[in-house]
């Protein structure tokens, strides 16, 4: 009788944990939904009275301004974009942080591993692609419609350079339930629109 009883209380309380268990799966679940369509709509926010006080200026791609020193992308292990737009191997930069635009390999305004939604597989090409002139409406539409929550990322932003470093970085928009990329191939995004999901 003292073992049936003892028994019967262990399956009762793996039935409670089992329980509580499954309510917070289930809460958890939910809320991450909430989440993800708030962060989905935070882009799609179109109030035009509440306009977040941009100071970008772009590079309109006038190559009579002189450049003696050049900023860029740093991080890359092969590969560096300078300020201009060029991508140069790590080997090809000039002691000015410039690219060597006489180097082969190196190229401006690429676009290499990017899709049609600019989503690139590699984060130099990214930076490279987004500072086209070309895109200055595209990232112009995004700054106007960002909502609060990404105020204060690119409200640090000076200039078109700091914006494509910043937007091409991956992000919450990148990744789905919290640990893996939408896109594993293109998670780097000058867009407007978040990568596509791929399915599992």
């Known amino acids: 009788m003292m073992v049936l009883r003892r028994l019967l209380r262990k399956r009762w309380v793996l039935g409670v944990v089992f329980g509580l268990s499954l309510i917070y799966f289930l809460t958890s679940t939910l809320k991450q939904e909430e989440?993800?369509?708030?962060?989905?709509?935070?882009?799609?926010?179109?109030?035009?009275?509440?306009?977040?006080?941009?100071?970008?200026?772009?590079?309109?791609?006038?190559?009579?301004?002189?450049?003696?020193?050049?900023?860029?992308?740093?991080?890359?292990?092969?590969?560096?974009?300078?300020?201009?737009?060029?991508?140069?191997?790590r080997k090809d930069l000039l002691v000015n942080g410039c690219c060597n635009v006489n180097a082969p390999s190196t190229r401006q305004y690429i676009c290499k591993s990017c899709l049609a939604n600019g989503c690139c597989s590699i984060y130099e090409y990214?930076?490279?692609?987004?500072?086209?002139?070309?895109?200055?409406?595209?990232?112009?539409?995004?700054?106007?419609?960002?909502?609060?929550?990404?105020?204060?990322?690119?409200?640090?932003?000076?200039?078109?350079?700091?914006?494509?470093?910043?937007?091409?970085?991956?992000?919450?928009?990148?990744?789905?339930?919290?640990?893996?990329y939408r896109n594993p191939q293109a998670k780097y995004c000058y867009g407007e629109s978040p990568p596509e999901l791929l399915p599992v």
């Open 35 to 89: 989440r993800t369509v708030r962060d989905r709509t935070l882009l799609e926010v179109r109030d035009s009275d509440h306009r977040i006080p941009w100071k970008v200026r772009f590079n309109l791609g006038n190559s009579s301004r002189q450049i003696t020193q050049c900023r860029n992308s740093i991080q890359g292990k092969t590969l560096i974009t300078d300020e201009l737009g060029y991508v140069c191997e």
């Open 126 to 180: 990214c930076v490279s692609c987004c500072l086209q002139p070309d895109k200055q409406l595209l990232l112009e539409r995004f700054l106007n419609r960002a909502a609060e929550g990404f105020q204060n990322l690119f409200t640090a932003v000076e200039d078109h350079f700091e914006l494509c470093l910043a937007k091409c970085r991956t992000s919450s928009q990148s990744v789905q339930h919290e640990n893996t």
